[in-house]
Each structure stands twice: as structure tokens, then as C-alpha cells.
């Protein structure tokens, strides 16, 4: 159990013999609770296993005299049997006492909503979801955390369950758009899986008009017979305000953008530059001066923070590689205001035009940035690299060092394309050490090859605004070999992180990528079968075989819906103190070393090194657990938050567009139609079965297609069409699109049919539209409507109205 603040107890002193006797000193976590407390209470699982062994519901009194908690042990204790209460380990009986959840079959978990009204219980402990119905839904909001008594099966077969307590309401503060109807004011939340509306109390709108985008608090929490009542805190703005899709998103997913004061105050403080008391030797380690090598930055057009410097030269046969990362955790100290404000950030987060940092740009930007010309601190990776592109030997230092150029990925494309071209001539000094970084990256891309590293090849799109901020193009992203030559640098100083923490044995985050699960591998042998195409290593693949089968089928037409299968079985990868590998990347292990200004591992990482330069131990205040829980829970966050702003862009991008046709590719297949991404706009939208023709059109899951009953015409991913834009719903983020059939098509699918449905798996019919999905979501394995996997972002099926609201 991870050590939680408000346990421990307040007293500076010890209050009792460390031997302890009676039932407590039985305690078999006893020794753990030592280390993590000055005065240890009894360990969660003990108590548990007093409770078990009592056989009945206990009062907290008992249960602290049975334990022989001591007066002022009375608080803390207090407070840990409340935490186990609200992680749903224990639970309080309508009598007052304390019970095993388990002992009354009521199962902890986190509520899923979904924008029609019903949600899903997601287990604690992993095990099958709960359907919970409108009337189980109108009790909580999505998010809360509740304990519920599994009820039977509803019609569709799923288990269904009841709500029989909430145990945390999360939803303390909410963005959304102010309405009123009948002089009633409320507010529909941004976040479509809290699908009821907040009503506005009395006087609560403040300066707020209808229509505009609001933050709010609310009073009252929902439950089966109140409505929940919030009073409007912010008004935001307009909806359709320059940048306020960005705003929204940092207030839907509470996502930190406002520095503390103590934190921008430490920052005001730090120096402009490189002083000399910088030099001295840290924890006996001195700094080396590098500022006469010829190190530089390499990065996109747009970069201001610069992490990483590079620098090769020949030696022997092979080559020296030295990275220089911006060395953070020189200015940025264990606990202090900086360093709390980039653990509850976990990383910088890239919106168009805005960035969020993680730290304050005085640091990021400035005096941490590897900016040209300019002394700055680093932390180095020093390579001995083989002919052959293996990594011989490393080592790690503290440097001073200046660089030479700050060069961008176009530029130096251009240098290595043409040695003699006008951008070389202005770079006549760096042009002879870029020749040589390439030299190097090619044998790094042979080594690989030859590793058997996974490499997709996706298509990344950037968004251009115009003067008013508006969107005006969406432009495939091009990547070009200095993309990959940076890339394979920072791989190799980041393997070459992760080799020493290991081998000093010293505790870090790794970044962990397992393999497929057996259930994704057994669905991707399935469907690879019905293309005549097979994966090797039977029941436990390597990422080679992966890539041999990515290389096999290459130049085949439906290539792009392959690697789509492949990708989708492979996991998340997750920062975790365990180190378990990366599996895309075929590495033994693999840590993040190359960007302390803009993620927080790194940082960690860094600070782990040092310790191991002056021969101690790193250890942070949080569990290395939790920190890998919270670092791996803020990429995530980050993720959703910049999916929904490049979601909203989108839509806003096609508003004007409603009527006009494009061609596009079927880029997903589901029961309810398929989803098309247009060519050049590079934009996703989808057609509904209801517009696929007069046809039927049954749900080939295995096979991921969709077959008309008459016709046989087949849609399946990958298949070239032609659609017209019908509708753009900017507050749902969704597009919906209408097939252009051919004159010979619809002859095809002419012949007289029943009314219009769509069969999906098991023969159950769904309405003729279901709504359609967020432009530009990933693509996921489809399974029947309604039930989302756990953790899974829910089915993105409305209604036509979009967003009728339940009042109640």
C-alpha cells in the first residue's frame, strides 16, 4: 500500500517500545510500516485480516481495542480506517460498524459514464464491468467512485448492477456552456459522459450570459430523488473564441496551467546564466568543460525549450557519440515549490500555438534551454559505438558546454542532401560533423534492423491558422532522415540510462512496454488468418516477429489496415520503477534521460544517475510506485486533452464545408457504419449504415467488414470511397458523412428490401442511426454496442439530437 499523508501520525517523538506485544505485534507487515512511519500503525492488510478473522461487523472502538491503539494513536488510526473506507476496502454499515466489502457482496469501482444516460461500474479488482442503467446513473456522475451489488443480467446479457453507496463524488468543479429554459439556468458539462444537466441555484450565473463557456462549483451532488445545483465560479468566454477550445480542455481534464506563487517566485530568483559557483564540484563530482566541442541542437521549426545536443566524431572504426541534456536537476531541487508544481504536471503538454509547460518558461525557455551561443549546465552521455552500431561502452558526467547552432530537421535534411547547397555554405564549420552523425545513424538503423525493433510508419498532420487564429490547412507532417537521426541518438543515451541504474542497482522509472495480452493476440492471429497471413513465436512473439511480418506485407494494397491491426494489439506503454523491458523498441530495458525540461521521469532519471556518480542513493519523497502511477496517469491525460482540442479544430475546420464531396479512405469498421478519412484534409468522420444504401449490411467482426445481404457489395478498412459532408456538431466534436454512390452501385442495392436496420453480432438490431465518433480518435477493435472495455473511452454512439439533456 502506498504511504498516504494524512496516516501518519502527528506526534515528533515515538510513543511506544519499539516491541510491541498482544494481537498487534502478530502484525506480518509490522517491519514495512517501521519504514515508512516513525510511529507504524497496524498494517491495512492486518486489519483486514483482524476483520476477516472476527467474522462479523466491529465497531471502530473495538477494533482500536482489540488492536491496542493508544490515545494519541486515536487520530491517525482514524484516519487510515477513512482511507481504507473511501478505497473501498472497508465499509460502514447502516449500524456504524465496520465490514468486509466482500462479506455484503458490494463491489468497489469507478463509474463510467456514457452520453446517452447508462454507464458501467469498472471494477476495482479487474473483473467483469456492471451495465448501470439511467436510474442507477442519476446518482452519481461519471467518474465517482461507489460500491455496488451485482443485480442479474440485463436484456442484452451484460451483468448489470446497483448502486448501493457512493464512496467519492470527483466532480468537485466542472466546465460547460450556461442555458435557460422556463427561467430555469443551467449548464451542459463539456465532458459528454456527464450526460445530466447541472442546475444553476438562484443567483448563482453572476455576470455570466447564455451561451458562454463557464467554469463551475458545485453545491449539491446528484442522487436518485436531488438534482445537482452548482453556482457559476468563471465565465470563459464565447464558444467560439480564439483558443477556447484550449481552455476547455485544460479545465475538462484539470489539467495544471497556472504556476504557484512560491513556484514562480523560485523562479524569478534563478540566475540568468551560468555563474561560477555552478562550476563547483556537486557531492564531489566535478563538472566537465565542453564548451569547445562542437555540440548542437537539431528540432522542429516551431521548438523553443531544446533538451538535447548532439556531437560525433570518428574513432577507431567506430564512432564517439556524446549527448548533452539540459541538466534541470541542478536548479530544480528535490521538494522544493518547482519540483511539487512538475510532479502534479508530469510533463509538458503541445496544443497548436500553446504550450503548456512544466516548468516556468524563465526555466524551460531560458536558463535550462540549450540555446545557442550561451553557457548552459548538461548532464552527458558519453558513447563508444561499433562499427556495426553497438554501444561498447558509456559514461555518464556533469559538463558545462556552448552550442554552436541551433539547427532544425529541415535544415539539416537539406546539408546532408546537398553538401555544397546554399543552406551548407552557411554552415560550413557543422557540415563535416553532421556528415558524420548520419554516418552514424545509418549504422544505428542497420543495428535496428537487425535488432528486430517494431517500426510504424504513420502519418502525423500539422494545423496552420490564419491571422485571426482560425485553422486554414491541415499539412501532413514529412519525416525525414534528421528526424530519425536524432531519434536513434536519444535511443542509445537512453539505453545506455537504463543499462546503469540497473547494473548499480539503483531504483528508477523505466519505460515499460509489454507485449500483446493473450486475448489481442489471440483476436490479431484470427483476423490475420483471414488474410492469409500468420505471426510467429506461437504464444509469446518477439518485436522481431513483428517486424518480419510488418516487412512481409509492405507492398501490399491493404498494408496500412495491417499495420493498423498489429499496432492496436500492442499495449501502452507505462512508467513503472519494475523494469520489464520495451517491447516495441526490443530493448532489455529502458528509461527516459533525454527531456528533463518537459517530463518529469527524466528528471528522475537524472537525479538517479547523480546519485550513482557520487556513490549515494536517490530517494524521493513519493513511493517510486505512486511516481510511476502519476507520471504514466499525466502522458494520458495529456494525450486526451490534446486529442479533444485537435477533435474541436476539426470540426471547425469543416463547418463551412457541409454539402461539398471528397474522396477518402475507410480508415474503421463497426456495426453501426464506418468511419472515413478524407484525403488532403485529413479529416474523420463517419458514415452511418443508414447511409450505405437500401441494402442490409451485416457486421463481420473477425474480418472487420461490413457485407450488404443482397448485393454482396463489401466494405471493409482500407477501401477507397467518395462521401459528401452532411453534418458538423462543433459541441460534439463529430462529423458526419453520406456515401456518393456510383449510378451502377445503386442499381445494385435497388431490389425491394424490409425497413431499413442494421444486424450487428448475435442477430440484436440497432436503430437505423446511432451517432457518429469524435474526428480523429484512434481507431478501436469494435465489440458489441454498449460495452466498452475497462478504462476504454465508451462507444461514441448519440442520438440524432446530439444533445437532448435529461433534466431532473
Same mark, same amino acid.
Given at each position: 500500500?502506498?504511504?498516504?499523508?494524512?496516516?501518519?501520525?502527528?506526534?515528533?517523538?515515538?510513543?511506544?517500545?519499539?516491541?510491541?506485544?498482544?494481537?498487534?505485534?502478530?502484525?506480518?507487515?509490522?517491519?514495512?510500516?517501521?519504514?515508512?512511519?516513525?510511529?507504524?500503525?497496524?498494517?491495512?492488510?492486518?486489519?483486514?485480516?483482524?476483520?476477516?478473522?472476527?467474522?462479523?461487523?466491529?465497531?471502530?472502538?473495538?477494533?482500536?481495542?482489540?488492536?491496542?491503539?493508544?490515545?494519541?494513536?486515536?487520530?491517525?488510526?482514524?484516519?487510515?480506517?477513512?482511507?481504507?473506507?473511501?478505497?473501498?476496502?472497508?465499509?460502514?454499515?447502516?449500524?456504524?460498524?465496520?465490514?468486509?466489502?466482500?462479506?455484503?457482496?458490494?463491489?468497489?469501482?469507478?463509474?463510467?459514464?456514457?452520453? #446517452?444516460?447508462?454507464?458501467?461500474?469498472?471494477?476495482?479488482?479487474?473483473?467483469? #464491468?456492471?451495465?448501470?442503467?439511467?436510474?442507477?446513473?442519476?446518482?452519481?456522475?461519471?467518474?465517482?467512485?461507489?460500491?455496488?451489488? +451485482?443485480?442479474?443480467?440485463?436484456?442484452?446479457?451484460?451483468?448489470?448492477?446497483?448502486?448501493?453507496?457512493?464512496? &467519492?463524488?470527483?466532480?468537485?468543479?466542472?466546465?460547460?456552456?450556461?442555458?435557460?429554459?422556463?427561467?430555469?439556468?443551467?449548464?451542459?458539462?463539456?465532458?459528454?459522459?456527464?450526460?445530466?444537466?447541472?442546475?444553476?441555484?438562484?443567483?448563482?450565473?453572476?455576470?455570466? @450570459?447564455?451561451?458562454?463557456?463557464?467554469?463551475?462549483?458545485?453545491?449539491?451532488?446528484?442522487?436518485?430523488?436531488?438534482?445537482?445545483?452548482?453556482?457559476?465560479?468563471? =465565465?470563459?468566454?464565447?464558444?467560439?473564441?480564439?483558443?477556447?477550445?484550449?481552455?476547455?480542455?485544460?479545465?475538462?481534464?484539470?489539467?495544471?496551467?497556472?504556476?504557484? /506563487?512560491?513556484?514562480?517566485?523560485?523562479?524569478?530568483?534563478?540566475?540568468?546564466?551560468?555563474?561560477?559557483?555552478?562550476?563547483?564540484?556537486?557531492?564531489?563530482?566535478? $563538472?566537465?568543460?565542453?564548451?569547445?566541442?562542437?555540440?548542437?541542437?537539431?528540432?522542429?521549426?516551431?521548438?523553443?525549450?531544446?533538451?538535447? /545536443?548532439?556531437?560525433? %566524431?570518428?574513432?577507431?572504426?567506430?564512432?564517439?557519440?556524446?549527448?548533452?541534456?539540459?541538466? =534541470?536537476?541542478?536548479?530544480?531541487?528535490?521538494? #522544493? /515549490?518547482?519540483?511539487?508544481?512538475?510532479?502534479?504536471?508530469?510533463?509538458?503538454?503541445?496544443?497548436?500555438?500553446?504550450?503548456?509547460?512544466?516548468?516556468? %518558461?524563465?526555466?524551460?525557455?531560458?536558463?535550462?534551454?540549450?540555446?545557442?551561443?550561451? %553557457?548552459?549546465?548538461?548532464?552527458?552521455?558519453?558513447?563508444?559505438?561499433?562499427?556495426?552500431?553497438?554501444?561498447?561502452?558509456?559514461?555518464?558526467?556533469?559538463?558545462?558546454?556552448?552550442?554552436?547552432?541551433?539547427?532544425?530537421?529541415?535544415?539539416?535534411?537539406?546539408?546532408?542532401?546537398?553538401?555544397?547547397?546554399?543552406?551548407?555554405?552557411?554552415?560550413?564549420?557543422?557540415?563535416?560533423?553532421?556528415?558524420?552523425?548520419?554516418?552514424?545513424?545509418?549504422?544505428?538503423?542497420?543495428?535496428?534492423?537487425?535488432?528486430?525493433?517494431?517500426?510504424?510508419?504513420?502519418?502525423?498532420? &500539422?494545423?496552420?491558422?490564419?491571422?485571426?487564429?482560425?485553422?486554414? &490547412?491541415?499539412?501532413?507532417?514529412?519525416?525525414?532522415?534528421?528526424?530519425?537521426?536524432?531519434?536513434?541518438?536519444?535511443?542509445?543515451?537512453?539505453?545506455?540510462? /537504463?543499462?546503469?541504474?540497473?547494473?548499480?542497482?539503483?531504483?528508477?522509472?523505466?519505460?515499460?512496454?509489454?507485449?500483446?495480452?493473450?486475448?489481442?493476440? +489471440?483476436?490479431?492471429?484470427?483476423?490475420?488468418?483471414?488474410?492469409?497471413?500468420?505471426?510467429?513465436?506461437?504464444?509469446?512473439?518477439?518485436?522481431?516477429?513483428?517486424?518480419?511480418?510488418?516487412?512481409?506485407?509492405?507492398?501490399?494494397?491493404?498494408?496500412?489496415?495491417? @499495420?493498423?491491426?498489429?499496432? $492496436?494489439?500492442?499495449?501502452?506503454?507505462?512508467?513503472?520503477?519494475?523494469?520489464?523491458?520495451?517491447?516495441?523498441?526490443?530493448?532489455?530495458?529502458?528509461?527516459?534521460?533525454?527531456?528533463?525540461?518537459?517530463?518529469?521521469?527524466?528528471?528522475?532519471?537524472?537525479?538517479?544517475?547523480?546519485?550513482?556518480?557520487?556513490?549515494?542513493?536517490?530517494?524521493?519523497?513519493?513511493?517510486?510506485?505512486?511516481?510511476?502511477?502519476?507520471?504514466?496517469?499525466?502522458?494520458?491525460?495529456?494525450?486526451?486533452?490534446?486529442?479533444?482540442? @485537435?477533435?474541436?479544430?476539426?470540426?471547425?475546420?469543416?463547418? #463551412?464545408?457541409?454539402?461539398?464531396?471528397?474522396?477518402?479512405?475507410?480508415?474503421?469498421?463497426?456495426?453501426?457504419?464506418?468511419?472515413?478519412?478524407?484525403?488532403? =484534409?485529413?479529416?474523420?468522420?463517419?458514415?452511418?449504415?443508414?447511409?450505405?444504401?437500401?441494402?442490409?449490411?451485416?457486421?463481420?467482426?473477425?474480418?472487420?467488414?461490413?457485407?450488404? &445481404?443482397?448485393?454482396? +457489395?463489401?466494405?471493409?478498412?482500407?477501401?477507397?470511397?467518395?462521401?459528401?459532408?452532411?453534418?458538423?456538431?462543433? %459541441?460534439?466534436?463529430?462529423?458526419?458523412?453520406?456515401?456518393?454512390?456510383?449510378?451502377?452501385?445503386?442499381?445494385?442495392?435497388?431490389?425491394?428490401?424490409?425497413?431499413?436496420?442494421?444486424?450487428?453480432?448475435?442477430?440484436?438490431?440497432?436503430?437505423?442511426?446511432?451517432?457518429?465518433?469524435?474526428?480523429?480518435?484512434?481507431?478501436?477493435?469494435?465489440?458489441?454496442?454498449?460495452?466498452?472495455?475497462?478504462?476504454?473511452?465508451?462507444?461514441?454512439?448519440?442520438?440524432?439530437?446530439?444533445?437532448?439533456?435529461?433534466?431532473?
Amino acid at each position: 500500500m502506498d504511504k498516504f499523508q494524512n496516516e501518519k501520525s502527528p506526534a515528533k517523538k515515538p510513543v511506544r517500545a519499539k516491541k510491541l506485544k498482544g494481537l498487534r505485534a502478530q502484525d506480518p507487515y509490522l517491519a514495512r510500516e517501521r519504514e515508512r512511519y516513525e510511529n507504524p500503525l497496524p498494517s491495512r492488510e492486518f486489519i483486514l485480516q483482524v476483520l476477516e478473522q472476527h467474522g462479523a461487523p466491529m465497531s471502530a472502538f473495538d477494533l482500536a481495542k482489540q488492536l491496542d491503539i493508544l490515545l494519541v494513536e486515536e487520530v491517525a488510526f482514524e484516519r487510515r480506517l477513512q482511507a481504507m473506507g473511501r478505497e473501498g476496502q472497508l465499509l460502514i454499515n447502516r449500524a456504524g460498524a465496520l465490514c468486509l466489502p466482500e462479506k455484503v457482496d458490494l463491489i468497489p469501482g469507478k463509474v463510467q459514464g456514457h452520453p #446517452d444516460g447508462f454507464g458501467f461500474l469498472i471494477p476495482d479488482d479487474g473483473s467483469d #464491468d456492471l451495465f448501470l442503467g439511467p436510474k442507477e446513473m442519476d446518482k452519481v456522475l461519471h467518474g465517482d467512485r461507489v460500491l455496488a451489488r +451485482k443485480i442479474g443480467v440485463d436484456r442484452r446479457g451484460r451483468p448489470e448492477g446497483a448502486i448501493a453507496e457512493v464512496l &467519492e463524488h470527483v466532480n468537485l468543479r466542472l466546465v460547460g456552456r450556461l442555458h435557460c429554459e422556463r427561467g430555469v439556468f443551467f449548464v451542459t458539462a463539456e465532458d459528454k459522459r456527464i450526460s445530466r444537466d447541472i442546475q444553476i441555484e438562484p443567483s448563482g450565473c453572476g455576470t455570466a @450570459q447564455v451561451g458562454q463557456v463557464v467554469m463551475i462549483e458545485m453545491l449539491t451532488q446528484p442522487s436518485r430523488y436531488t438534482q445537482p445545483v452548482a453556482r457559476v465560479t468563471e =465565465v470563459l468566454g464565447n464558444y467560439d473564441d480564439p483558443g477556447m477550445e484550449i481552455e476547455i480542455a485544460l479545465r475538462k481534464h484539470n489539467l495544471p496551467h497556472v504556476f504557484s /506563487a512560491e513556484a514562480e517566485a523560485l523562479a524569478r530568483k534563478m540566475p540568468k546564466k551560468v555563474r561560477k559557483l555552478d562550476w563547483k564540484p556537486e557531492n564531489g563530482v566535478e $563538472r566537465v568543460d565542453l564548451r569547445d566541442m562542437p555540440l548542437v541542437t537539431i528540432d522542429g521549426e516551431t521548438a523553443k525549450d531544446f533538451d538535447d /545536443a548532439v556531437y560525433a %566524431e570518428k574513432s577507431g572504426k567506430g564512432w564517439r557519440l556524446v549527448v548533452a541534456i539540459a541538466d =534541470v536537476s541542478h536548479y530544480v531541487r528535490p521538494d #522544493d /515549490a518547482l519540483d511539487l508544481t512538475a510532479i502534479e504536471r508530469g510533463n509538458s503538454i503541445y496544443f497548436p500555438r500553446r504550450v503548456i509547460p512544466m516548468l516556468p %518558461e524563465q526555466i524551460s525557455n531560458g536558463l535550462c534551454s540549450l540555446n545557442p551561443d550561451v %553557457e548552459r549546465l548538461c548532464m552527458v552521455c558519453d558513447m563508444k559505438v561499433s562499427a556495426k552500431g553497438a554501444i561498447k561502452g558509456y559514461q555518464f558526467y556533469p559538463a558545462v558546454m556552448l552550442s554552436k547552432a541551433r539547427f532544425t530537421y529541415t535544415k539539416v535534411w537539406d546539408i546532408l542532401q546537398n553538401p555544397a547547397g546554399e543552406v551548407a555554405q552557411q554552415y560550413t564549420q557543422q557540415v563535416p560533423h553532421l556528415q558524420t552523425l548520419y554516418a552514424l545513424f545509418q549504422a544505428f538503423a542497420k543495428a535496428r534492423a537487425e535488432r528486430g525493433a517494431i517500426d510504424f510508419e504513420t502519418t502525423e498532420t &500539422e494545423m496552420r491558422f490564419d491571422d485571426k487564429g482560425k485553422i486554414s &490547412e491541415i499539412v501532413p507532417v514529412l519525416r525525414n532522415d534528421a528526424h530519425k537521426l536524432i531519434e536513434e541518438c536519444m535511443l542509445a543515451a537512453n539505453v545506455c540510462a /537504463a543499462d546503469i541504474l540497473l547494473k548499480k542497482e539503483h531504483p528508477a522509472l523505466y519505460r515499460v512496454h509489454e507485449g500483446p495480452t493473450p486475448e489481442k493476440l +489471440k483476436n490479431l492471429r484470427e483476423y490475420l488468418k483471414t488474410v492469409g497471413l500468420s505471426l510467429g513465436g506461437d504464444e509469446d512473439p518477439t518485436a522481431s516477429d513483428y517486424a518480419k511480418l510488418l516487412n512481409s506485407f509492405k507492398d501490399r494494397l491493404d498494408a496500412p489496415l495491417l @499495420q493498423t491491426m498489429l499496432l $492496436r494489439s500492442l499495449s501502452q506503454a507505462v512508467y513503472s520503477p519494475d523494469n520489464e523491458g520495451h517491447f516495441g523498441l526490443s530493448y532489455e530495458a529502458y528509461a527516459h534521460f533525454t527531456s528533463p525540461i518537459r517530463r518529469y521521469p527524466d528528471l528522475l532519471v537524472h537525479r538517479s544517475i547523480k546519485a550513482i556518480l557520487a556513490g549515494k542513493k536517490y530517494k524521493p519523497a513519493m513511493k517510486w510506485e505512486a511516481l510511476g502511477v502519476q507520471c504514466s496517469m499525466t502522458e494520458r491525460r495529456a494525450d486526451e486533452a490534446s486529442r479533444d482540442v @485537435q477533435n474541436w479544430l476539426k470540426c471547425y475546420f469543416m463547418q #463551412d464545408k457541409v454539402g461539398e464531396e471528397f474522396e477518402g479512405s475507410v480508415s474503421a469498421v463497426t456495426g453501426f457504419g464506418m468511419f472515413v478519412l478524407l484525403d488532403k =484534409v485529413y479529416v474523420e468522420g463517419l458514415v452511418h449504415v443508414s447511409e450505405l444504401g437500401t441494402d442490409y449490411f451485416h457486421y463481420d467482426e473477425k474480418r472487420r467488414e461490413l457485407k450488404g &445481404e443482397h448485393s454482396g +457489395k463489401v466494405y471493409r478498412l482500407t477501401d477507397r470511397v467518395k462521401v459528401r459532408v452532411a453534418r458538423v456538431d462543433l %459541441e460534439t466534436s463529430k462529423i458526419d458523412f453520406v456515401l456518393v454512390l456510383d449510378a451502377a452501385e445503386r442499381e445494385r442495392q435497388s431490389k425491394p428490401t424490409a425497413p431499413r436496420s442494421s444486424r450487428t453480432r448475435g442477430g440484436e438490431k440497432t436503430p437505423a442511426r446511432t451517432g457518429t465518433r469524435s474526428v480523429l480518435r484512434q481507431p478501436a477493435a469494435v465489440k458489441p454496442e454498449g460495452q466498452p472495455k475497462s478504462g476504454a473511452a465508451p462507444a461514441a454512439t448519440s442520438k440524432p439530437s446530439a444533445r437532448r439533456r435529461r433534466r431532473r
